[in-house]
């Protein structure tokens, strides 16, 4: 199972960003997709979880700017990020848990730059 994340560039401070990213492979399954962002030097931190049933949990510096959703038939997830603060800059993963053959296994993307300037 692989996972392709998309959408990171540059962006000025209140701008707007939408990643993508798409699980492919074969004889999977997806429960929970969330999304983390990493900044040099520290550690990999959750920005937006969302369930198969669409139930959502947000980081409080994202709460009322971000907003993840996924679709589930194409085993998509995105996250919609709004009123961008230099803050946000950051490689952004996607993550995935997955059960493929009978395992359970965490899956995550190849990380996508976001830089929002002042």
């Known amino acids: 199972v692989q996972l392709q994340a998309s959408g990171g560039g540059l962006v000025q401070t209140g701008g707007s960003l939408r990643l993508s990213c798409a699980a492919s492979?074969?004889?999977?399954?997806?429960?929970?997709m969330g999304w983390y962002r990493q900044i040099p030097g520290k550690q990999r931190e959750l920005v937006a979880a969302?369930?198969?049933?669409?139930?959502?949990n947000y980081a409080d510096s994202v709460k009322g700017r971000f907003t993840i959703s996924r679709e589930n038939a194409k085993n998509t997830v995105y996250l919609q990020m709004n009123s961008l603060k230099p803050d946000d800059t950051a490689v952004y993963y996607c993550n995935a848990h997955v059960w493929y053959s009978g395992s359970h296994i965490i899956c995550w993307g190849q990380g996508t730059q976001v830089t929002v300037s002042s």
């Open positions: 969302i369930t198969s049933g669409g139930s959502t």
């Open positions: 492979g074969s004889s999977f399954s997806i429960n929970d």
